[in-house]
């Protein structure tokens, strides 16, 4: 659909931006693919299994402004159609967070977290404490959890280090005199 040299001149005009913005080289053209609509840029990760699968697309779509009897006014006053730009930045939602999951092996970075931190008390004494820090975080923009169950700390420590929690944030008799709490990263690094 269309005519050739539109479609060619479209696909030149998507090489130069590649070539700008991604560099010559690192990409590849698949001759003859496309949208029966126009020329099209997919951008394609591998997951861990080194599958390749499409995830964002940019399109240029020659037809629908036609069919729809789209037309702008050009600087020398005559009417044009004009080309319509499609773009979905991350395809499917489902399978973009399936391997920036598989990709950070699950630990994804702390803005991304569920779970940004987890306050844990060392014993029933200081449970109010740590709700405290916890309400405190919460009100800086954190999302954050205390465990205050019976488990021993060891135990929490161990199932925030599982849900890989970035921050464990540990509340003793000590902590909590000083007005503090001892942080630990879940790549079991102890900041103190």
Not at 30 to 49: H, N, Q, R, S
Not at 52 to 79: A, K, N
Not at 82 to 104: A, K, W
Request: negative net charge.
């Amino acid at each position: 659909m269309g005519d050739l040299a539109t479609w060619q001149k479209a696909e030149q005009a998507l090489r130069n931006i590649l070539d700008q913005h991604v560099g010559p080289g690192n990409y590849w053209v698949e001759e003859g693919d496309g949208a029966f609509y126009g020329p099209k840029m997919d951008i394609v990760m591998e997951d861990a299994l080194g599958r390749s699968w499409q995830m964002g697309t940019i399109q240029l779509d020659f037809q629908l402004p036609r069919r729809f009897g789209c037309t702008y006014v050009d600087r020398d006053g005559s009417e044009k159609t004009p080309v319509v730009i499609h773009r979905v930045i991350y395809g499917s939602m489902e399978r973009f967070i399936g391997i920036l999951i598989e990709h950070t092996a699950g630990a994804l970075p702390i803005w991304l977290a569920p779970v940004q931190a987890r306050v844990i008390p060392i014993t029933d004494h200081q449970v109010a404490y740590a709700a405290e820090v916890a309400n405190q975080l919460r009100k800086a923009g954190l999302r954050v959890e205390v465990d205050d169950s019976a488990k021993r700390m060891n135990a929490k420590i161990r199932d925030a280090q599982v849900q890989k929690v970035p921050y464990m944030l540990v509340v003793g008799k000590r902590e909590m005199a000083q007005a503090q709490v001892a942080v630990r990263l879940r790549s079991e690094e102890d900041l103190g």
